[in-house]
Nanobody, 115 residues
């Protein structure tokens, strides 16, 4: 069973920052599209951002200019830097590694933005 290990969630005030990380096995990380999804209470899981194996990125409109995704290829880790956080960013954030035929998920990490 492939494990994606996430870390970095927590409670932060509006306007604050958090940094999430996700480590994947090297054989997966080197070829996969790595992504972060989130699921707010009562809502469907949504794509937040993704980064391809060559570094191309995609962001949801709601996070553009505030979130940055990056890859540390030496550590097989994808980083999500979240700045200017808003209460609507609250949810469980899931790391995803996708490359046909596989689609792996992390266990999720809670992000709560509240005063």
């Amino acid at each position: 069973q492939v494990q994606l290990v996430e870390s970095g969630g927590g409670l932060v005030q509006p306007g604050g920052s958090l940094r999430l990380s996700c480590k994947a096995p090297g054989s997966i990380f080197s070829i996969a599209i790595m992504a972060w999804y989130r699921q707010a209470p009562g809502k469907e899981r949504e794509l937040v951002t993704s980064i391809g194996s060559f570094g191309s990125t995609h962001y949801a409109d709601s996070v553009k200019g505030r979130f940055t995704i990056s890859r540390d290829n030496a550590k097989n880790t994808v980083i999500l830097q979240m700045n200017s956080l808003k209460p609507e960013d609250t949810g469980v954030y899931y790391c995803n590694a996708y490359k046909v035929p596989f689609d792996y998920w992390g266990q999720g990490t809670q992000v709560t933005v509240s005063s």
